[in-house]
């Protein structure tokens, strides 16, 4: 189909060039076999009228082709916007599924023995859940409800291991209701700071995290220790979407760096607003 409809387009562009450039030869072919004349200047002796009908004939092919290029530069964006934004909603369908797996395994595991805590766990996981699938869907929401999922995350994450860790979170927030930002953004490296570290350690474990929000910047930390015997990072697709995404949303304007010193690993996200 898409083969076809380009055809269709081929086939009026090369229709206005050869009706463009037919008229002139034909009327000048027409002067020199009529006059004999070695050459003759195109439309002279024509009567004023012919001649007002061939320049509006002109100006009516003028108008007709750039119509078609401003349409077709419009349906090129317009469609390069629906591909991003069918994009952005493919990949924020994959953040995080492997979570709310574990999580749900480790709910089977307290149903029997706590279920006091079964139930709390529910309720965080019920309040995460709601947010990735609604307001998951939003192009932007303020930088305050965002951090609220994470501080979520981050206590459902304490009450589901059976060991002391060092968790600390910090928040510098300039103006809460001036910043937006695009949601689930910053969980993938928070998540990863649990899923490459804590969850490997049996002692010692920390997580620290920080956001800082000024001058319409928006800064995001990680730090955390691992075992240096298990993978260091996530190189698979949760580090591959944001990357993408930020491509997507932010172009230009973000910046995201790596580094490993012994056994802890840093990242940090940079977001100019």
């Known amino acids: 189909?898409?083969?076809?409809?380009?055809?269709k387009k081929w086939y009026v562009i090369i229709s206005f060039a050869a009706a463009i450039a037919l008229l002139p030869i034909l009327i000048t072919a027409f002067d020199l076999i009529k006059t004999d004349k070695e050459s003759v200047v195109f439309l002279e002796g024509y009567p004023d009228l012919f001649i007002i009908f061939i320049l509006l004939y002109y100006i009516l092919l003028i108008v007709l082709a750039l119509s078609w290029f401003i349409k077709q530069v419009i349906s090129?964006?317009?469609?390069?916007?629906?591909?991003?934004k069918t994009e952005l909603l493919h990949l924020k369908s994959q953040v995080n599924?492997?979570?709310f797996f574990n999580t749900l395994n480790n709910l089977?595991?307290?149903v029997g023995t706590d279920a006091k805590k079964a139930q709390e766990l529910i309720l965080k996981l019920s309040d995460l859940m709601r947010y990735s699938i609604y307001e998951g869907e939003k192009e932007v929401v303020s930088l305050k409800t965002e951090v609220d999922y994470l501080n979520n995350y981050i206590t459902l994450?304490?009450?589901?291991?059976?060991?002391?860790?060092?968790?600390?979170?910090?928040?510098e927030i300039e103006d809460e209701d001036d910043y937006k930002v695009m949601p689930l953004l910053f969980i993938i490296l928070l998540e990863n700071a649990f899923k490459h570290g804590v969850e490997n350690l049996s002692k010692d474990a920390y997580?620290?995290?920080k956001i800082n929000a000024t001058d319409n910047k928006i800064l995001f930390e990680t730090e955390n220790n691992f075992d240096v015997e298990q993978t260091k990072g996530d190189?698979?697709?949760?580090?591959?979407?944001?990357?993408?995404?930020?491509?997507?949303v932010y172009p230009k304007k973000h910046s995201l760096t790596?580094?490993?010193?012994?056994?802890?690993?840093?990242?940090?996200?940079t977001l100019q607003l």
């Open 1 to 7: 189909m898409a083969f076809n409809i380009n055809k």
């Open 157 to 171: 994450h304490k009450m589901r291991y059976h060991k002391e860790i060092d968790i600390k979170f910090e928040v």
């Open 258 to 269: 790596f580094s490993t010193k012994e056994n802890v690993y840093k990242a940090q996200l």
């Open 97 to 99: 599924p492997h979570f």
């Open 207 to 209: 997580a620290y995290f």
């Open 76 to 84: 090129f964006f317009r469609l390069k916007n629906e591909r991003e």
């Open 235 to 248: 190189n698979g697709i949760g580090l591959k979407n944001l990357k993408r995404r930020l491509e997507l």
């Open 108 to 110: 089977y595991g307290l």
